[in-house]
């Protein structure tokens, strides 16, 4: 149960991150480049950012 309670704090602190990283220009076009991939307004959401910079935290 522990682990799982320090995943969930992790995973609040990285949301965090990715919100603040959203609002630089780096940040920008990183969305920019899923949404063109994918041809979709959603993608570049959370689960895409820990996909690119944190996939140790889908496993």
């Not at 995943?7 to 949404?35: A, H, P, V």
């Not at 991939?37 to 496993?59: H, I, N, T």
């Amino acid at each position: 149960m522990e682990g799982f309670i320090l995943k969930l704090e992790k995973e609040k602190e990285l949301e965090e991150k990715y919100f603040n990283f959203l609002k630089t220009e780096q940040g920008r076009k990183w969305k920019d480049s899923w949404i063109n991939r994918l041809s979709s307004d959603v993608a570049g959401d959370f689960g895409d950012y820990l996909y690119d910079f944190y996939p140790e935290m889908l496993a």
